[in-house]
């Protein structure tokens, strides 16, 4: 009898023991389209107790609270606690506490021309031997994932340091359905279509585009989004990785020929809601919000995958508001490019529980366990694409797929001075009326005093 | 006597409008931002805060689902309420519609009491066949629609028949008119006054968020020691430097004064190398330590000159009737420079408070040890920001604390500044 009470108190404290530790993970170990083998094996694996790992990155608000809940998986699997925070000034903070000595374990880096720079100074620790070879293997487009990650070190040594987790696709337009629909319009497949709509939409008395750069200190950058995309479609591949490395000069016809590409769309007044004199001055994320007022003050909107967190909260995602692929042109025959960016995970203080941590991103239930959560784009080809959490995500996820050729967003590769500094205020001329060629060489004339 | 007392009042006139002016250029925004933090972040967006008072006319799109449709011949007809089928419209529009239509392009293309639809006209081509194009027009809802004889092209109209219709009284009645069977729900659009809508859910959402309480402690933990070691410091230093005769006192004083130009920033990464090194840290020691550090060049300089000025006979008795100058200080200065520590003491305080820059880089990182700067820039707003709304009522919340120190302290400020800085 006593020893069936002490039986059946054990079992309850156990049972209790394994609701509580479960309540806070939301998907339920071994339920759902989710790959828990890669879990349980990487929990079989490895046993952390009382390590701790310290990560730091730009995601903050509701995108640390998902990523959060990836990390939860981790300290569950293996006993290790991880203290992730997020930064609205990451890039400064990051700098700061390396330099300092009090260095995070990993950052999480929003792009990689950062990481570059700190691994050139020594304050990056390369990924253990045979990364370079896993990422080649397992992520779509496998290598240009690695040379985005390999960067020099202070003598001069290429080494993989950073671990891609987490894509934004950039070549999308977003529009609203009831309004095409209304309209008769049709989806375009080709930039020439494209802009026939653009010109179908004038005839009709409507506004095609709605473009807006304000983004505070950031101003500018949606433009040279537009001019990536537009390199992209109007020259090879192999021509926009000399113009991001400066092998070409930013001063280039061909160069200067995607900025009036741009121009094309958004120094038109008939073309851009509110005129092209309110391009620079809209700000990015209010810029969609012409798309879902009655009537349309904008039929099309060209931005990244992240946008529709910025859309008003009653937006539905496929009623009110779908996307496209922004189309390339057929005549030039340069296939379907597709302009992304990412964040990438980097070592700046090595420990065990940190190799450890490295290795859990590499299983495909970390990736999972953040696209059935929203907002999570991946590359690593190991992960079930069920776990998408909506339609529009894995559509988006197609697109990354069927990706003839993908490039990374070029402002981020290029030195910060170039990329997150004159390209941006260059734009920012170029659309309140300097001429392209003259923007052109202003920003050669930056790179050149740099180098 | 006149002319003088009309000189008098021609100045106050132009002194009392240059004080309103100044007092309207100061209000202005700050009561722009208490309006912006009632309202969510797409009302800001589309409208201003001036334009919050007033209701506004809004588009809205409905959708009413057919119910009770009847046939007659190849007509099929529904009716209803607008506002009943929309909770989204019940909810904003105030009951009134003031024009209707049925293109999102032209959303108030009639007014109430009409009817307004889509027309088939069937024209004659030239060479003899007939085409059908569509014609949008509105009619008297008691009346029959009218069509032109030529259409746009100027090619005859031979006849028309309706493709759909609705009509929309003012209070949201409409019947629906359709040719061929009713598939799914029509879309009707109607405009409709929104009353102006604020809302305490900013203020909610900040104040029930996770840790703010653990927030608000932190940056009271990192203000008020930041506010009182830098004091204690310097009223010991501004006395010596003030009375005491040493060799290099006035260089110090000169060095003291050279260093207020010197930017804090400079000395950010040098400082936690040094912290790391003798093994604060990232602590709460380290951040008032750091304060203390960048406080004292200016709190030096003003309780210096403050004292300066205090009479010198004062202390010369004291000091003949054998006082020390440790008693000169504590019993004669410090109760004289009351307002001038105040005054320093208001200033330490709000900059301590509002400091974002300093808090994250000498304080960890985790989310325990956030003050409520950090809190708000990195956890509210979110990861682009955009959130205006919040940032208003996050500045509204935050001011509260130093608004209170301020009105209990501000008979100090004046007094204080005017005697420590203008000799």
Redesign the interface.
């Known amino acids: 009898m006593k020893t069936s009470l002490y039986a059946s108190a054990a079992v309850l404290a156990l049972t209790a023991g394994a609701a509580h530790s479960a309540a806070h993970l939301p998907f339920n170990p071994g339920e759902g389209d989710f790959s828990w083998d890669s879990y349980t094996s990487f929990a079989d694996q490895y046993d952390l107790s009382g390590a701790t790992v ?1 990560i ?1 990155g ?7 609270e998902k990523v959060d809940k990836v990390f939860d998986y981790f300290e569950e699997a293996t006993g290790a606690t991880v ?1 992730y ?5 990451f890039e400064q ?1 990051i700098v ?2 390396t ?4 260095a ?1 374990n990993l950052a999480a880096f929003p792009q990689p021309g950062l990481a570059a720079d700190m691994a050139s100074q020594g304050l990056l620790t390369p990924l253990a031997e045979g990364t370079a070879d896993w990422v080649a293997e397992n992520y779509a487009a496998g290598q240009s994932w690695v040379d985005l990650g390999t960067y020099a070190d202070p003598d001069g040594n290429e080494n993989l340091y950073g671990l891609f987790y987490r894509v934004d696709v950039k070549s999308l337009v977003w529009y609203n359905p ?2 095409f629909d ?2 008769g319009y049709e989806i375009p497949e080709t930039m020439e279509e494209l802009k026939e709509l653009t010109d179908q939409i004038v005839d ?3 506004t095609p585009w709605c473009i807006g750069l304000g983004s ?1 200190a950031a101003t500018g950058w949606p433009a040279t989004d537009w001019v990536e995309e537009m390199m992209l479609r109007t020259q090879p591949p192999e021509v926009y990785d000399q113009w991001v490395t400066n092998e070409i000069s930013f001063d280039d016809p061909r160069v200067v020929a995607a900025m009036e590409e741009f121009g094309y769309f958004a120094l038109n007044d008939d073309y851009v809601q509110g005129g092209a004199e309110t391009v620079a001055t809209t ?1 990015f ?2 810029s969609p ?1 012409g798309l879902f ?4 003050e904008c039929y099309m909107h060209r931005q990244a995958s ?1 946008i529709p ?2 859309f ?3 937006v539905v995602a496929g009623e009110d508001v779908d996307f496209f692929y922004f189309p390339a042109y057929e005549e030039k025959d340069l296939g379907k490019p597709v302009l992304g960016a990412g964040a990438l995970f980097a070592i700046t203080n090595p420990s065990e529980a940190t190799t450890a941590m490295i290795e859990f991103l590499k299983t495909p239930i970390a990736h999972e366990l953040w696209m059935a959560q929203g907002g999570f784009l991946t590359a690593h080809g190991g992960v079930n694409l069920d776990t998408y959490a909506d339609d529009s995500l894995r559509a988006q996820g197609q697109i990354l797929q069927d990706a003839s050729t993908f490039r990374f967003d070029g402002s981020d590769l290029m030195p910060s001075e170039i990329g997150a500094g004159a390209f941006w205020s260059g734009m920012v001329d170029y659309v309140t009326g300097t001429p392209a060629a003259e923007v052109a060489a202003t920003i050669q004339e930056r790179w050149d005093s740099i180098q | 006597m006149d002319q003088m007392a009309g000189q008098k009042t021609s100045l106050s006139i132009v002194t009392n409008i240059s004080v309103v002016a100044l007092v309207l250029i100061w209000l202005i925004p700050t009561i722009g931002l208490l309006v912006s933090s009632f309202r969510d972040r797409e009302q800001i967006s589309e409208t201003g805060w001036w334009a919050s008072m007033f209701p506004v006319e809004v588009a809205y799109r409905v959708s009413p689902e057919p119910e009770g449709v009847t046939q007659d011949g190849t007509l099929y007809t529904f009716s209803g309420n607008l506002f009943s089928a929309s909770d989204e419209v019940s909810a904003q529009g105030s009951g009134d519609v003031s024009a209707f239509g049925i293109t999102g392009r032209d959303p108030g293309a009639a007014t109430p009491g009409q009817t307004f639809g889509r027309l088939k006209l069937v024209v004659s081509e030239p060479d003899g066949t007939t085409d059908e194009e569509n014609y949008e027009t509105s009619w008297p809802a008691d009346g029959q629609p009218t069509a032109p004889e030529t259409d746009e092209d100027g090619r005859p109209v031979q006849d028309f028949y309706i493709d759909r219709a609705v009509t929309v009284a003012a209070n949201g009645d409409f019947t629906w008119v359709q040719d061929g069977e009713i598939g799914r729900a029509p879309t009707i659009y109607i405009i409709a006054a929104a009353p102006p809508d604020f809302g305490l859910q900013n203020y909610e959402q900040i104040l029930t968020s996770d840790n703010m309480d653990r927030a608000f402690i932190n940056t009271l933990t990192v203000t008020i020691p930041a506010t009182i070691i830098p004091i204690l410091i310097a009223a010991f230093a501004a006395y010596a430097l003030a009375w005491m005769d040493f060799r290099g006192r006035g260089f110090l004083i000169a060095m003291v004064v050279g260093l207020l130009v010197v930017p804090l920033q400079l000395a950010l990464v040098p400082l936690l190398q040094l912290h790391n090194k003798v093994g604060i840290g990232q602590s709460f020691l380290g951040i008032w330590l750091a304060h203390t550090g960048f406080g004292l060049p200016l709190a030096i300089y003003l309780l210096r000159n403050y004292m300066v000025g205090l009479p010198r006979d004062i202390i010369e008795s004291a000091k003949v009737d054998g006082a020390t100058d440790f008693q000169v200080f504590t019993k004669i200065v410090l109760p004289l420079s009351f307002p001038a520590l105040a005054s320093f003491a208001i200033f330490q305080f709000l900059w301590t408070w509002n400091d974002l820059l300093v808090a994250k880089v000498f304080l960890p990182s985790n989310s325990e040890s956030w003050v409520m700067t950090v809190k708000i820039a990195d956890d509210l707003l979110g990861s682009r920001g955009g959130d205006w709304g919040i940032l208003a009522a996050a500045a509204f919340i935050s001011i509260a604390v130093p608004l209170i120190v301020f009105f209990a302290m501000q008979k100090y400020l004046v007094r204080g500044l005017l005697a420590g800085s203008v000799k």
């Open positions: 310290e730091t730009a995601w903050t608000g509701n995108e640390k203290n925070s997020g930064s609205d000034s903070d700061i506490s330099r300092a000595g009090s995070p009831i309004a209304e309209m009709d008395g409507g505070g700000d994320r209010d919000a007022t009655i009537p349309a992240f967190a910025f008003p909260e009653d």
